[in-house]
């Protein structure tokens, strides 16, 4: 009832706007709003009044969620051992990123996609600046689990397209001790000759993609997993190999009749691991090796993990916890980090 109720919502939408457009200027319509504009050419099928509606998140709050306004939830102590180093998001979930987010996930139109992919590309590239910067530093007593920062906003500068480079990073110094800078600093303790050629920038990048999977009903409901869109958009884009790491095995959205306690347990078992891509997993950390084999127990494989909205942070916490353990068992170490569209 609901879904033709949606249809028809959509078809007298669509209709006003074919008999706006005929008496409308020349132009394209945007996807969001529906006037006849120029569109952007950075942000696929919205006008330029659109993009400068996109709610970034400029400057973060919180190191280790990424939030942009001051975060209580962090500073918990079951909060200190996430499986994932940080979350990082594009845009703040307000009214405008519901509609665009719900567009595309509950309604299914699929030209919001290109879009939302574009968005989290900007995510990335800022985290991967961040990340850099983080690495060239070398911060000497790196926080292992940072906890929310008591500093004053970090300007992300023009984000987007500047980064979010950041003057009082505390996030963890990924692999440090495989780093460009760090064998720079070696080098130099042990006194033999430097290079006169300034040292190359150290560049933060994943070694993968993953996302955070939807059980069979739900996608059986919506005919796609938009985490798995989102994720595969970003990897193509970037030239990362996309890993289809987990499998859902129950449905965590409705539980709102359980208690705190029981939903925690509902999730610890939600996932699994899906055993046919652990091969891949192990040939990308050897790839990653194979270069400098002395390098193959330092460096960490390092997994970008990938979802729509980080509201708790549970869902990613309980995927990266999954992960963890079956780099363990691999015997494989894997940093993870979470990249999402929004942050609630
Ligand atoms: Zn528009
Ligand atoms: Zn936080």
Same mark, same amino acid.
């Given at each position: 009832?609901?879904?033709?109720?949606n249809?028809?919502?959509?078809?007298?939408?669509q209709?006003?706007? =074919?008999?706006?457009?005929?008496?409308?200027?020349p132009?394209?319509?945007?996807?969001?709003c529906?006037t006849?504009a120029?569109l952007s050419?950075t #942000?696929?099928?919205?006008?330029?009044?659109?993009? !400068?509606?996109?709610?970034?998140?400029r400057?973060?709050r919180?190191?280790?969620?990424?939030?942009?306004i001051?975060?209580?939830?962090?500073? =918990?102590?079951?909060m200190?051992?996430?499986?994932?180093?940080?979350?990082?998001?594009?845009?703040?979930?307000?009214?405008?990123? !519901?509609?665009?987010?719900?567009?595309? %996930?509950?309604? &299914?139109?699929?030209r #919001?996609?290109?879009?939302?992919?574009?968005?989290?590309?900007?995510? #990335?590239?800022?985290?991967?600046?961040e990340?850099?910067?983080?690495?060239? %530093?070398?911060?000497?007593?790196?926080?292992?689990?940072p906890?929310?920062?008591?500093?004053p906003?970090?300007?992300a500068?023009?984000?987007p397209?500047?980064?979010?480079?950041?003057t009082?990073? $505390?996030?963890?110094?990924?692999?440090?001790?495989?780093?460009?800078?760090?064998?720079?600093?070696?080098?130099?303790a042990? &006194? $033999?000759?430097?290079?006169?050629?300034?040292s190359? !920038?150290?560049?933060?990048?994943? @070694?993968?993609?993953?996302y955070?999977?939807?059980?069979?009903?739900r996608?059986a409901e919506r005919?796609?997993?938009q985490?798995? =869109?989102? &994720?595969?958009?970003?990897a193509?884009?970037?030239?990362?190999?996309?890993?289809?790491?987990?499998?859902?095995?129950?449905n965590?959205?409705?539980q709102?009749f %359980?208690?705190?306690?029981?939903?925690?347990?509902?999730? %610890?078992?939600?996932?699994?691991?899906? $055993?046919g891509?652990?091969? /891949?997993?192990?040939?990308i950390y050897?790839? !990653?090796?194979?270069?400098n084999?002395?390098?193959?127990?330092?460096?960490?494989?390092?997994?970008?993990?990938?979802d @729509?909205?980080?509201?708790t942070?549970?869902?990613?916490?309980?995927?990266?916890?999954?992960?963890?353990?079956a780099?363990?068992?691999?015997? /494989?170490?894997?940093? /993870? #980090?979470?990249?999402?569209?929004?942050r609630?």
């Amino acid at each position: 009832m609901l879904n033709r109720l949606n249809d028809i919502t959509d078809f007298v939408h669509q209709l006003t706007h =074919r008999i706006h457009n005929l008496f409308a200027p020349p132009g394209s319509t945007c996807l969001t709003c529906g006037t006849r504009a120029v569109l952007s050419p950075t #942000y696929p099928g919205i006008c330029t009044r659109c993009v !400068k509606q996109i709610p970034w998140i400029r400057s973060i709050r919180c190191q280790r969620c990424g939030r942009a306004i001051g975060c209580p939830d962090c500073i =918990r102590p079951h909060m200190q051992n996430r499986s994932f180093i940080c979350n990082r998001s594009a845009v703040q979930y307000n009214a405008l990123m !519901k509609e665009w987010i719900g567009m595309y %996930k509950f309604r &299914g139109h699929e030209r #919001y996609a290109p879009l939302l992919t574009s968005l989290l590309i900007q995510a #990335y590239q800022a985290i991967c600046e961040e990340m850099s910067s983080v690495v060239a %530093k070398e911060t000497p007593a790196s926080v292992a689990h940072p906890a929310t920062s008591a500093s004053p906003p970090v300007d992300a500068g023009l984000h987007p397209p500047s980064p979010r480079t950041s003057t009082d990073v $505390r996030v963890q110094a990924p692999s440090a001790h495989a780093s460009p800078a760090v064998r720079v600093h070696a080098q130099a303790a042990t &006194g $033999r000759p430097q290079s006169l050629l300034p040292s190359p !920038k150290p560049r933060w990048r994943p @070694d993968a993609v993953t996302y955070v999977p939807v059980s069979d009903e739900r996608l059986a409901e919506r005919g796609f997993n938009q985490a798995e =869109r989102l &994720g595969a958009g970003l990897a193509a884009a970037c030239r990362l190999p996309v890993v289809d790491l987990l499998q859902r095995r129950i449905n965590t959205t409705k539980q709102s009749f %359980k208690t705190r306690g029981e939903r925690i347990e509902t999730m %610890k078992e939600a996932f699994s691991i899906n $055993r046919g891509t652990v091969d /891949i997993l192990r040939e990308i950390y050897m790839g !990653k090796a194979a270069p400098n084999r002395l390098r193959i127990h330092s460096s960490p494989l390092r997994l970008l993990l990938i979802d @729509d909205i980080y509201t708790t942070g549970s869902t990613l916490d309980a995927c990266g916890r999954v992960i963890l353990n079956a780099g363990l068992t691999l015997n /494989i170490p894997i940093e /993870i #980090y979470t990249l999402t569209l929004a942050r609630s």
